[in-house]
Nanobody, 112 residues
């Protein structure tokens, strides 16, 4: 499985960004993580592709939305009402046969 993330950038607090993750290969679920400076990587959202079921962590619930395009090759993370605390390197992730696959990080910076 190959993942490639993009879409990060600089945005003011309260603004929005949409991240994209191009996913080549088959997988059962896909999600997004982030890692802020000096902090551990944390899981944000996960989608099960068979039925579209999603899980959101509390810090992003109601503000972030995961979706997949009709061609099922790109996964998006729509991030609204961004806060300075959302500043981090964002990664898309999937797992297949107990092996983790990560896209390269895309940096999101939220200014106050």
């Amino acid at each position: 499985v190959q993942l490639q993330a993009s879409g990060g950038g600089l945005v003011q607090a309260g603004g929005s960004l949409r991240l994209s993750c191009t996913a080549a290969g088959s997988y059962r679920s896909i999600g997004w993580f982030r890692q802020a400076p000096g902090k551990e990587r944390e899981g944000l959202v996960c989608m099960r592709v068979s039925d579209g079921d999603t899980y959101y962590s509390d810090p992003v619930k109601g503000r972030f939305t995961i979706s997949r395009d009709n061609a099922k090759t790109t996964v998006y993370l729509q991030m609204d009402n961004l806060e300075p605390e959302d500043t981090a390197l964002y990664f898309c992730h999937t797992e297949r046969r107990f092996v983790d696959y990560w896209g390269q990080g895309t940096l999101v910076t939220v200014s106050s």
